[in-house]
């Protein structure tokens, strides 16, 4: 092969190589069009979080494009969860976690009281693999209501639940069993709940067959009691440094939770 046979040979073989060695990428950077179309939503979306949030945008956004697609996503409506106890939870949860506080960190759970006590208003979702691992009875204080929670408080004695986000403490065993304490992290909110004692735990008065007779499950004198049946596998799962939210749509609460503010 002559000189100028080789250069024209040579000539040809370099596109061709040059093809073949970005041939992957090609194909790697290529996107389906509803793949592209969510990776859309997602940057829109992450460019909308608030500071705390876009420090751990990624993995927020890895989680779910938005909170309201992931309240579709898990039929949370159909289940009774509002989507203001939702998305006021999810945002109180990514906060704390971006603080640093949570050790049980992918476990969100979420008592809405927007729901009467006849309502299964105790949500616990996992957040990491997008499941709701329990929905079922929840109490609330014996002064706080019958059938709905209306009024709140964060006395000593007052036998009243107190609203906003818990971080779930060690368990023990004691006047009711198997048992797992709360520190709230709301001051003049919720932040006396170790000092009033206020734990979760199991009580034979949570349980449907009061809702039949009188309408509404019994009340507690504070704490978030539950089922006999689904008290301890819940309490193994939420313990140990998870996010507890006790929610209402009660204005004061809303306008004073200095968290819920920092969340947004």
């Not at 299964?120 to 002064?143: P, W």
Request: charged residues 20%.
């Amino acid at each position: 092969m002559n000189r100028n046979s080789l250069k024209k040979f040579y000539l040809f073989l370099f596109p061709v190589f040059i093809f073949l060695v970005h041939l992957p990428f090609v194909f790697a950077t290529a996107k389906p069009q509803s793949q592209q179309l969510i990776q859309n939503q997602t940057n829109k979306e992450t460019t909308q979080l608030p500071g705390y949030a876009k420090a751990i945008g990624d993995e927020f956004i890895a989680h779910a494009v938005s909170s309201n697609i992931m309240y579709d996503s898990l039929n949370l409506n159909t289940l009774g969860l509002s989507k203001q106890a939702f998305v006021n939870g999810v945002k109180g949860f990514y906060y704390l976690r971006s603080q640093g506080k949570l050790e049980n960190e992918n476990i969100l759970s979420i008592v809405d009281f927007s729901l009467p006590s006849s309502r299964k208003r105790l949500f616990v979702i996992d957040m990491e693999n997008f499941k709701v691992l329990f929905n079922t009875y929840v109490a609330h204080g014996r002064n706080s209501g019958k059938e709905y929670a209306v009024k709140f408080s964060n006395s000593p004695s007052s036998f009243k639940s107190s609203l906003g986000f818990y971080i779930t403490k060690e368990t023990y065993t004691g006047e009711h069993g198997f048992s797992l304490k709360l520190e709230g992290e709301e001051k003049g909110i919720n932040d006396n709940a170790l000092s009033r004692a206020i734990v979760i735990h199991c009580a034979d008065y949570v349980d449907e067959r009061f809702v039949k007779s009188q309408g509404y499950i019994g009340r507690s004198l504070g704490c978030p009691a539950l089922p006999e049946k689904y008290s301890k596998p819940i309490i193994q799962t939420i313990k140990n440094g998870s996010c507890f939210f006790m929610f209402s749509p009660n204005t004061k609460y809303l306008s004073h939770s200095r968290l819920l503010q920092s969340a947004s």
